[in-house]
């Protein structure tokens, strides 16, 4: 058959066409999730805390807020974001020469964006990868830096996530992890669960044909079960994937040397992450600030995260409202604001990158519409 190039700019028109139309309808969909979880949120919170204690208007709200306090959660937000950009940032220093922070930040948005709006937050890194090729970063750093990024991060946010589970029964009190410790039974399970996709990476660069037969048979029998549809795509997705992530860890540990700054980096990221739900409760809730009242809100962060885990929806919208509302409300005189403190935490670690992901994506097509139209007239 003849292709035209005609012929091969429609089918791409249609293609790109397709995409936005599918881009757009997750987008709208995981708005409408978002919505439905806040309004969860605060009926959830009415319930825990009971009629005697209802959750404050605006109005009171604003009244209660101690803004110096709020003033230093927002530093907080800046420099966690700001820690989230250097790492790209200095992983193009390695492998262009050039820092580039424009660029990491648009990429860290992106990321975290595409992460939110596909389940078990699969798509950030693939299009990471497809942003820095566009912004023309050579082949081997676009497919590196975003892999190699997820897994130092992924490894000592595990490292915190042991450390603050052990510590949970020492600084939250029982009621706090519901029935009997469920939720930190269900917590544990989720972090073995991702240990163990650690360990396999640590395999599969040991052993890379014996594991990709092992993941072949995994798939087949899930294929067999009728859990896999695609046997095929299935198989080859699983096998890149972790190809991919061996790769990086090979790249990792030959040039260990470079990613010691990276690796602090990674340090002060995971400590924000766990300790911003504490700025935010201090700050609203008048609470007096302590390191037992840190550590705790700490361990409670890790619970309410990995529990939701498990719970496979867009950026875990609606499971982790419903787990930190209820390993919250433990957390002594949050009650009047305990809908408040979880919608807050949520804004400035999720929230706000699904509106900058969305503004970014908006900006990115209608500069590149504007491009196009430069060059036809020329």
């Known amino acids: 058959m003849e292709h035209t190039p005609e012929k091969n700019a429609l089918k791409q028109a249609k293609m790109q066409s397709k995409s936005s139309r599918g881009w757009w309808i997750k987008t709208v969909l ?88 596909t389940p078990l937050s699969t798509g950030g890194q693939p299009f990471q990868i497809y942003y820095l090729h566009k912004k023309k970063i050579q082949s081997g750093a676009a497919n590196v830096i975003p892999v190699a990024k997820y897994v130092v991060s992924a490894f000592f946010l595990t490292v915190f996530a042991i450390v603050l589970l052990a510590l949970t029964p020492r600084y939250v009190p029982k009621e706090a992890v519901v029935g009997e410790n469920t939720l930190l039974v269900i917590a544990w399970i989720s972090l073995a669960v991702n240990i163990l996709f650690q360990l396999a990476i640590i395999l599969f660069s040991l052993f890379p044909k014996p594991c990709k037969k092992f993941i072949l048979l995994i798939v087949f029998f899930l294929y067999k079960l009728h859990i896999v549809k695609r046997r095929y795509r299935t198989s080859m997705k699983f096998v890149r994937e972790m190809c991919e992530y061996s790769d990086c860890l090979k790249q990792f540990w030959k040039q260990f040397y470079k990613f010691i700054p990276l690796l602090f980096l990674c340090v002060i990221e995971c400590s924000l992450f766990v300790t911003l739900p504490f700025f935010v409760v201090i700050a609203i809730a008048n609470v007096p600030p302590t390191f037992e009242l840190a550590i705790q809100i700490a361990c409670l962060v890790i619970i309410s995260r990995y529990s939701a885990l498990l719970f496979p929806t867009p950026g875990n919208t609606g499971a982790l409202e419903a787990s930190s509302s209820l390993v919250f409300v433990t957390v002594s005189g949050i009650d009047p604001v305990l809908g408040w403190t979880v919608l807050i935490w949520r804004f400035f670690t999720y929230y706000v990158y699904i509106l900058s992901g969305i503004g970014i994506s908006i900006f990115e097509v209608i500069r590149s519409a504007v491009r196009k139209r430069r060059q036809n007239r020329i």
Do not use: C, H, W
């Not at 708005?31 to 404050?56: K, R």
């Not at 390695?94 to 990321?111: D, E, N, S």
């Open 30 to 117: 995981l708005l409408t999730l978002v919505a439905l979880s806040v309004v969860m949120l605060f009926t959830l919170g009415d319930y825990l805390t009971g009629e005697e204690t209802p959750q404050l208007k605006v109005g009171e709200l604003l009244r209660t807020v101690n803004y110096p306090l709020f003033a230093l959660l927002l530093a907080a937000v800046v420099l966690y974001i700001a820690v989230e950009s250097g790492k790209y940032a200095y992983m193009l220093k390695i492998y262009t020469g050039k820092f580039r922070f424009r660029i990491a930040v648009k990429t860290m948005f992106l990321g975290k964006y595409y992460d939110g709006i």
